[in-house]
C-alpha cells in the first residue's frame, strides 16, 4: 500500500466512509476582507466520521495517488500454520521394536550402531546407569589424535569409565545385543537375480538377517577371548587392546564381514604388553 492510499485509508475510515470536499466560496461582496459566513441557523452539519479537506490538500493526496508507484509484492512467503506443517515421519516397526528393547540407550546411539560409527570410547553410553552425565575427553593413547585434540591420561580414563574389566563387557555385551536385534529385525532380503552372472545387490552398511549366525557367533568367541585375556593380562592392556581392536573392526562390519571378531591381534597384544611392561620399568625407577 502506498503512503498516499494509507493516508486516504485512515482518513476515510467511518461508519460512512465519506470524504467531503469542500469548494471554497467566493465573496459576493467584494469590499469585504472575510468569507461569508452562514448563520448558525443554515450552516450544515458534517456527519460523523465525515473528513473535510481543502482543496490545496485534496490535490495534494491525488498527486500522491499519481506519482508514487504501487508497491511491488513481497515475495516472502508466509510461515506455515501450525496446522499445516506436515507431521514426522513414524518410525519404522524395527526401530519402534529396537526402542522397545533397548529404552535406556539413546536413539542416536543406537542409530551410530546400525551404521557400524560409534566409536568404541563411547560403549559405557550404552550401560544401563549412564544419564548422559558430562564426558571426559578420551586420552590420546586410546583416541585419534585428530579427533581428540584435548586429552586426559589413560589412568584418569579407565577410572572413571571402565575402572574393570565389567565395566567394559557390561556396556560391550549390551553393543552386540544390539547388532542382533538389528539383524534380527532386518527385513528379509530381495530374491536372487534370474542370471547367475547378475551382480548381487548392494548392502546398505546395516546388519542383516543373513548376519544373525555371525553376529552371535563371533561375539560370543570374543567375550569369552576377552575373559581369558584378562585373567593374564593387566587391565592397562586390555582397554587399549579392546579399543584398538574394536576400531579396526568397524571397517570390516559396514562391509557385512563380522568374522573378524573371531581372531586375536597378537602384533597389537604384544606392542601393548611390551608398552605397558615399559612405563612399569619407568615408575619403579623414579
Known sequence: MSTATAILGSLA?????????TQPQRSQDTHRCTPDVPPPSTRRTPAPGTVTLSADQYAYLISLIHVQPAPAPSL????????????????????????EQFPHVEPDLLLAIA????????????????????GT???????????????????????????????LVSPLSTY??????????????????????????????????????????ASTQYLARLVALSEEHHWAV?????????????????????SGWDKVDIELLVRLIEECEREQDGARSR
Open 176 to 217: 552386540f545385543r544390539i547388532l542382533l536385534a538389528l539383524a534380527s529385525s532386518a527385513p528379509s532380503p530381495p530374491p536372487s537375480p534370474a542370471s547367475p552372472h547378475a551382480p548381487p545387490p548392494p548392502r546398505s552398511g546395516m546388519p542383516a538377517r543373513a548376519d544373525v549366525l555371525a553376529i552371535a557367533s
Open 115 to 134: 551404521r557400524h560409527t560409534l566409536d568404541p570410547l563411547d560403549l559405557y553410553k550404552l550401560d544401563e546407569h549412564y544419564r548422559g552425565a558430562a
Open 137 to 167: 575427553p578420551p586420552p590420546a593413547e586410546l583416541a585419534d589424535p585428530l579427533s581428540a585434540p584435548i586429552t586426559v591420561t589413560t589412568r584418569e580414563f579407565i577410572t572413571r569409565y571402565y575402572p574393570s574389566f565389567s565395566a
Open 13 to 21: 475510515l467511518s461508519s460512512t466512509g465519506a470524504v467531503r470536499y
Open 238 to 258: 586390555i582397554l587399549p587392546y579392546h579399543m584398538a581392536f574394536h576400531r579396526a573392526r568397524m571397517e570390516e562390519m559396514r562391509r557385512g564381514d563380522y
Open 76 to 99: 516472502a512467503r508466509a510461515q506455515p500454520s501450525p496446522s499445516r506443517v506436515p507431521p514426522s515421519a513414524p518410525l519404522s516397526q524395527q526401530a519402534r521394536t529396537l526402542i
